[in-house]
C-alpha cells in the first residue's frame, strides 16, 4: 500500500513544467505532421508542368513552387544582388531582374544567375566557386527580412532580403512596380531551404525530447519524495 504526501511548493512548481514540456513536445508533432504535409504539397505542385507567367501570376494562380516558363528579359535590364547560397553550399549573390508580369507596370523579381564571392570555395575540390548550375524556374517566396539580418547597402548593390523601397532605385522602378507575394528563383529541382533546414525527422526528435524531459522530470519529482520519505510503500497485512 502507498502512502503518498506531495510536497506543496514542489508540486506547484512541478505542474506548470510538466504542461510546458508536454506542450512543446505536442506542438513538435503537430509541426512534423505540417511539415510532412507542405513538403508533400510543394512535390506535387513541382512536378506538374511549367506554366506562363501571365497564366498564372496574373490571373491569381501563383502556386509556390510551381515552374514557370522563362520569360524574356532585356540584355541591359538592371540587376539587384541578394546575399544566398549555390546549390553546392557555396556563399555569394543571388541575381535578380524585373520583368513584366502582367498589363501595366507591375514587375516581378527573377532570378538569372549566381555570383559567387571571390574568397568562397567549393567544399569538395576547393575551386573558386563562379556561378550555380540551376535547372528550372519556379515561384518562391521572397527572402523575407528577420531579427539579425544585415541592412541593405544599395550603394553597394548588396541585399540580404527583399526590400522593396531599398531595391526599387537600383532596379530604376518604384517599389510600388514590384511584386511583394512571390519571386521567380531558379532552382536546381531540390525543395528550398526553409522547407528543409528542419526537416520533419528532426521535428520528431524534437517531440521526442521533450516528451523524454518530462518522464525525466517525473523520475526526479518521485525519486526526491522517496528521498524524504513522502513516497513509501507498506505491506498490508490484512
Known amino acids: 500500500m502507498a502512502s503518498f504526501r506531495p510536497l506543496p511548493v514542489l508540486s506547484v512548481l512541478m505542474l506548470p513544467a510538466l504542461a510546458l514540456l ?42 509556390i513552387g510551381r ?3 522563362p520569360p524574356q528579359i532585356d540584355n541591359d535590364s538592371a ?48 575551386a573558386v566557386v563562379q556561378a550555380s548550375d540551376f535547372t528550372q524556374l519556379r515561384f518562391e517566396q521572397p527572402l523575407g527580412q528577420g531579427p539579425f539580418t544585415p541592412p541593405a547597402n544599395p550603394a553597394a548593390n548588396e541585399f540580404y532580403a527583399f526590400d522593396p523601397e531599398a531595391m526599387a532605385p537600383v532596379l530604376e522602378v518604384s517599389a510600388q512596380q514590384l511584386n511583394t507575394e512571390v519571386w521567380l528563383a ?20 524534437y517531440a521526442i525530447t521533450w516528451f523524454g524531459m518530462v ?24
Not at 80 to 104: D, I, K, M
Not at 218 to 225: G, I, P, T
Not at 228 to 236: A, E, I, K, N, P
Request: hydrophobic residues 40%; contains cysteine; charged residues 25%.
Open 79 to 126: 540587376v539587384v544582388r541578394v546575399s544566398g547560397r549555390s546549390p553546392q553550399g557555396a556563399p555569394g549573390w543571388r541575381l535578380f531582374t524585373p520583368v513584366s508580369a502582367c498589363e501595366g507596370d507591375t514587375r516581378v523579381l527573377m532570378e538569372t544567375g549566381f555570383e559567387g564571392l571571390e574568397t568562397a570555395t567549393r567544399a569538395d575540390d576547393g
Open 67 to 69: 515552374r514557370v516558363v
Open 186 to 205: 531558379l532552382s536546381d529541382g531540390a525543395p528550398p531551404a526553409y522547407l528543409t533546414q528542419t526537416p520533419p525527422e528532426r521535428h520528431l526528435a
Open 22 to 63: 508536454v506542450w512543446l513536445g505536442s506542438w513538435q508533432l503537430d509541426r512534423r505532421a505540417w511539415k510532412v504535409d507542405v513538403l508533400a504539397d510543394f512535390a506535387a505542385t513541382a512536378q506538374a508542368e511549367p506554366v506562363m507567367l501571365a497564366q498564372s501570376l496574373c490571373e491569381d494562380r501563383a502556386e
Open 215 to 238: 518522464l525525466a522530470l517525473l523520475a526526479v519529482y518521485f525519486a526526491y519524495h522517496i528521498h524524504v520519505g513522502r513516497l513509501t510503500w507498506r505491506r498490508d497485512n490484512s
